[in-house]
Structure formats: structure tokens, C-alpha cells
């Protein structure tokens, strides 16, 4: 889900240690992952393992990132992919150029309007950006037949991760991605993809995966109403991970967006705004313990969902 990022990591060919804490492939995380002392980043609750990571220098520039996936019974039901850029104080109006280039002029993926993007909010003032933006995505396509030729056979490492841990990945994915950059606020660029199996959330099982088709597309979502009620719920987690993002990544207060309106209209309050994955993951536990049976452990998850 780190696209944007990843049309700047074809140039940064070459191996370094940047100056910051890392992990390894297979390496489990919970509660956060640190990139900096001062950038540390919340994970969603649960067990996450590493599944892919990357990092580059070049000319005095830098990059690293991750993916970490959620794994139920050897399929992934949530994923997260965290990347950042730090340009330093040179080459400042090559990479003002090329940003703007990958973030608003790329013609297949970038901060605006695009058919498989749900929702997008953003601000961009001179070299500064703020995005914000939630999706569908066939998988299976972006992984190993991406529509950009550039991008084919960049996740080498990890497709072979997967296949080695006989790793299955959901067909569809929904979620959302958040990008922040600004030399008022350290000259870093962040970007976060949070993504979720729909069926791991309670959806109804997909009939369609090409993008275009989905029952997740906007222009498709009004004709199934589960699919829609699941989407909004993912809009709210995700305008929640934004306002956190942004303070994670100290985005300036005149930079930030306001997302009240997803997270007010769209947050569950019978349940008191509670994290609907967190509630289904422990209705499952007790499930598996055999505390409830399948009856009930059908009936309390359609209570949470409605």
C-alpha cells in the first residue's frame, strides 16, 4: 500500500544504516513501532510480525520502512506499511519537484480524486502536504501485476516471505493511507497504509475483486448495504489514525485536517466508540475457548455490527 513512496525508492539503490532503531523480518511487535526516538508510531491492538522491510542511502539521502501484518490460522487480516524519506538540507528543490510530482501529477496513484479512492481530504501549501485518504484494493493485482511497469518486481522479498510461511493474503482490501510532509516540521516525509481483510471486520464475503467491480467501489457501494456500513466503519478507524498520525509526525497545527465530521457521523456510539476490531477479536477468543457457542458468538457479532 506504500506506493507513493515507493516511486521514490527505485532511485535509492544502495544499502545504509540510517541512524535510527531497526527490525528484522519475523520480528513481533505490539503497542508501537519506533522509527526515531522522537517518531514512535501506535499499532492497532494485537500480535504484528514483520513481514518485509527496506532501507536505503544515497547521496546523503535516506529511507527505510516496514510491513507488519496481522496473521489469523496463516491468513493475514491486517496489515500496516510504514515508510519515511529524510532528504536532509540538500537537494531541496530536486525533491520539492519530484514530490510534487508523485504526490499530485503520478497517473496511477497519488493525493487526488481517483475512482477507488472512498474518501480524500488534504492540504498542500508550497512544498507541504497533508493526506489523507481511504480505498479498496484488489490485492493480488497490486502485489504482482501492478498497472505501474516501474513497480513490478519491487516486493520480491516479501511475496517470497509469504510464500515461504505459506502466507494468505485477502483477495480485497479496504483502508486507509495517511502521508504527511514539511520542512517546517524536520524535512521528513511519512507515509502509513492501514489496510483490513472486509470478511475479518464482518463483512460479507466479496463477489467481486477487480477494483472497478467491487462492492467497496463509491460508485458500486449504495447497491450493498453491508459492504457500505463496513466501509464506514473503516473511514472512522481511519480518521482517528490520522489525527493520531499527525501528532506522531508533528505536523504543523496550520497543516492538520479536520476529520471531526467522519469520526462523528460515521463512529459506532452503542458501543460506546470502542474499536470494533479489538471487540470482534475477543468475541472470537471466547469462541475458540469454547465460552460461547457458534449461535451466540454469531448473534453478539451482529449486535456489534449494527
Same mark, same amino acid.
Given at each position: 500500500?506504500?506506493?507513493?513512496?515507493?516511486?521514490?525508492?527505485? $532511485?535509492?539503490?544502495?544499502?545504509?544504516?540510517?541512524?535510527?532503531?531497526?527490525?528484522?523480518?519475523?520480528?513481533?511487535?505490539?503497542?508501537?513501532?519506533? $522509527?526515531?526516538?522522537? %517518531?514512535?508510531?501506535?499499532?492497532?491492538?494485537?500480535?504484528?510480525?514483520?513481514?518485509?522491510?527496506?532501507? %536505503?542511502?544515497?547521496? /546523503?539521502?535516506?529511507?527505510?520502512?516496514?510491513?507488519?501484518?496481522?496473521?489469523?490460522?496463516?491468513?493475514?487480516?491486517?496489515?500496516?506499511?510504514?515508510?519515511?524519506?529524510?532528504?536532509?538540507?540538500?537537494?531541496?528543490?530536486?525533491?520539492?519537484?519530484?514530490?510534487?510530482?508523485?504526490? $499530485?501529477?503520478?497517473?496511477?496513484?497519488?493525493?487526488?480524486?481517483?475512482?477507488?479512492?472512498?474518501?480524500?481530504?488534504?492540504? #498542500?501549501?508550497?512544498?507541504?502536504?497533508?493526506? $489523507?485518504?481511504?480505498?479498496?484494493?484488489?490485492?493480488?493485482?497490486?502485489?504482482?501485476?501492478?498497472?505501474?511497469?516501474?513497480?513490478? /518486481?519491487?516486493?520480491?522479498?516479501?511475496? #517470497?516471505?509469504?510464500?515461504?510461511?505459506?502466507?494468505?493474503?485477502?483477495?480485497?482490501?479496504? /483502508?486507509?493511507?495517511?502521508?504527511?510532509?514539511?520542512?517546517?516540521?524536520?524535512?521528513?516525509?511519512?507515509?502509513?497504509?492501514?489496510?483490513?481483510?472486509?470478511?475479518?471486520? /464482518?463483512?460479507?464475503?466479496?463477489?467481486?475483486?477487480?477494483?472497478?467491480?467491487?462492492?467497496?467501489?463509491?460508485?458500486?457501494?449504495?447497491?450493498?448495504?453491508?459492504?457500505?456500513?463496513?466501509?464506514?466503519?473503516?473511514?472512522?478507524?481511519?480518521?482517528?489514525?490520522?489525527?493520531?498520525?499527525?501528532?506522531?509526525?508533528? #505536523?504543523?497545527?496550520?497543516?492538520?485536517?479536520?476529520?471531526?465530521? %467522519?469520526?462523528?457521523?460515521?463512529?459506532?456510539?452503542?458501543?460506546?466508540?470502542?474499536?470494533?476490531?479489538?471487540?470482534?477479536?475477543?468475541?472470537?477468543?471466547?469462541?475458540?475457548?469454547?465460552?460461547?457457542?457458534?449461535?451466540?458468538?454469531?448473534? #453478539?457479532?451482529?449486535?456489534?455490527?449494527?
Amino acid at each position: 500500500m506504500l506506493r507513493s513512496l515507493l516511486y521514490l525508492f527505485i $532511485f535509492f539503490c544502495f544499502f545504509g544504516n540510517a541512524n535510527s532503531k531497526s527490525y528484522r523480518i519475523g520480528d513481533k511487535l505490539d503497542s508501537q513501532i519506533e $522509527f526515531y526516538k522522537k %517518531y514512535v508510531f501506535e499499532l492497532p491492538e494485537g500480535e504484528w510480525v514483520v513481514a518485509d522491510r527496506f532501507a %536505503y542511502s544515497y547521496y /546523503g539521502v535516506t529511507t527505510k520502512g516496514y510491513r507488519l501484518l496481522k496473521i489469523k490460522e496463516k491468513k493475514a487480516v491486517e496489515g500496516i506499511s510504514i515508510a519515511e524519506l529524510d532528504i536532509g538540507p540538500r537537494y531541496q528543490s530536486i525533491f520539492n519537484r519530484i514530490l510534487y510530482e508523485i504526490m $499530485f501529477k503520478n497517473k496511477y496513484d497519488g493525493c487526488y480524486d481517483r475512482p477507488e479512492y472512498y474518501v480524500l481530504e488534504f492540504f #498542500a501549501k508550497g512544498s507541504s502536504h497533508n493526506c $489523507f485518504w481511504v480505498l479498496h484494493e484488489d490485492v493480488y493485482k497490486e502485489l504482482f501485476d501492478p498497472e505501474d511497469p516501474e513497480l513490478r /518486481g519491487v516486493n520480491t522479498q516479501y511475496k #517470497a516471505w509469504l510464500r515461504d510461511n505459506n502466507i494468505e493474503l485477502p483477495k480485497v482490501a479496504i /483502508g486507509s493511507s495517511h502521508s504527511y510532509f514539511s520542512r517546517l516540521s524536520g524535512g521528513k516525509w511519512f507515509v502509513i497504509s492501514h489496510g483490513f481483510d472486509p470478511e475479518f471486520l /464482518g463483512a460479507p464475503k466479496s463477489k467481486f475483486v477487480k477494483e472497478d467491480q467491487s462492492e467497496y467501489h463509491k460508485y458500486n457501494i449504495s447497491n450493498f448495504p453491508k459492504h457500505k456500513k463496513i466501509m464506514e466503519k473503516v473511514i472512522s478507524i481511519g480518521a482517528k489514525r490520522h489525527k493520531k498520525f499527525e501528532i506522531e509526525v508533528r #505536523a504543523k497545527e496550520h497543516h492538520k485536517l479536520n476529520l471531526d465530521i %467522519y469520526i462523528a457521523n460515521l463512529s459506532d456510539k452503542k458501543d460506546n466508540d470502542d474499536d470494533v476490531i479489538s471487540q470482534i477479536k475477543k468475541l472470537d477468543e471466547l469462541f475458540k475457548s469454547g465460552v460461547i457457542d457458534e449461535k451466540e458468538f454469531k448473534k #453478539a457479532k451482529e449486535k456489534i455490527l449494527k
